[in-house]
């Protein structure tokens, strides 16, 4: 019996060496497509990135080669009737209302996070962290709305105030005087707070709820308040993350289309004041796009897009070393 359960043993061990190797080769077939199918999807992500920017380069071609880089980036005149046309003007829009956003969103966001991860009662937590997040499936344009009929009239109240009080403070004032329109840059960047604070407050509040434990605990045990926990605990553990988050919503800000257009102004002037209307690249192109009737118009509008594409390439570049920056200087002090 013994010698007849070896043969059978032996009889059968080659078939399961070549079933192995059957289901080894059927392995290293799958991951070797899956590897390469992967490898495809991301260089036609970038393959995708490449051409777009390669067709509005095209399509800019014509303003590049009447106003250059330099002339274009630095002119103050855009007049489509002698097909003049300057970009900086916008560019301070873009970027004015969106540090605007930025100063007012980042403190928001942040406090929300903690009080969700830190102070809200356990019945509270979803029920706010879901409202935060409704926010931000809000279309744009419903913000333009109620920025230009709701928020734009009762602003108009307020900026008064804000001409007799922070008006009058030496060196700064200059930035909060202006007639009370309600619109304006400073209206915009308000406005724009508002869009992009669920984005910085969800990542912020999602890497603070999975900070450990123990860390948290251990602060509070040492009598650390709930402030000294968020600035010596959550922010220290958490700094890459939020940085992240923050240039996501910066991001988000730059590129803000129809909510600005409705809010800021639509003015190619330049003004110290926030309270002057003002416009921003994306504001500018949404209003003239469909008006541009001759070829250099429509090909300087582009180039105001090609312009909007270098900044967040930009502001996306000093993020990524921001971000490597702060993690090695995590490692280092780990």
């Not at 860390?215 to 650390?224: D, F, I, Q």
């Amino acid at each position: 019996m013994e010698r007849t359960r070896a043969a059978a043993d032996r009889d059968l061990k080659p078939a399961a060496e070549e079933n192995r190797s059957a289901g080894g080769a059927r392995a290293l077939s799958a991951d070797f497509l899956f590897r390469y199918v992967a490898l495809a999807m991301a260089l036609l992500v970038g393959a995708t990135l490449v051409a777009v920017v390669a067709a509005i380069a095209y399509d800019s071609w014509p303003a590049i080669k009447v106003f250059g880089v330099w002339g274009f980036l630095k002119g103050r005149t855009w007049d489509p009737v002698s097909e003049h046309f300057g970009a900086f003007p916008f560019i301070v829009g873009t970027l004015v209302s969106s540090t605007i956003a930025m100063v007012l969103a980042v403190p928001l966001s942040f406090g929300i996070a903690v009080f969700i991860s830190e102070l809200a009662p356990s019945w509270m937590r979803q029920p706010v962290s879901s409202a935060i997040e409704m926010l931000a499936s809000v279309p744009s344009i419903v913000y333009g709305l109620w920025g230009l009929l709701v928020f734009a009239p009762q602003f108009a109240n307020v900026e008064p105030w804000i001409n007799d009080h922070l008006g009058a403070i030496p060196g700064i004032g200059v930035l909060f005087r202006g007639p009370p329109m309600g619109i304006g840059m400073l209206a915009a960047g308000i406005v724009l707070a508002i869009m992009i604070l669920p984005y910085i407050t969800a990542i912020m509040r999602d890497v603070f709820v999975a900070t450990p434990t123990r860390l948290k605990e251990s602060a509070y045990a040492m009598g650390a308040t709930t402030w000294e926990v968020a600035r010596n605990i959550l922010l220290p553990y958490t700094r890459t993350a939020v940085t992240g988050g923050i240039f996501l919503g910066l991001g988000r800000a730059l590129g803000e289309t129809m909510a600005v257009t409705f809010v800021i102004g639509n003015s190619d002037n330049l003004s110290a004041s926030l309270l002057m209307p003002g416009a921003s690249i994306p504001s500018v192109i949404a209003n003239e796009f469909t008006e541009a009737t001759s070829k250099l118009y429509v090909s300087s509008l582009i180039y105001l897009g090609l312009v909007l594409i270098g900044i967040t390439l930009v502001v996306q570049t000093l993020a990524v070393l921001l971000l490597g920056t702060v993690g090695r200087g995590a490692r280092a002090r780990s």
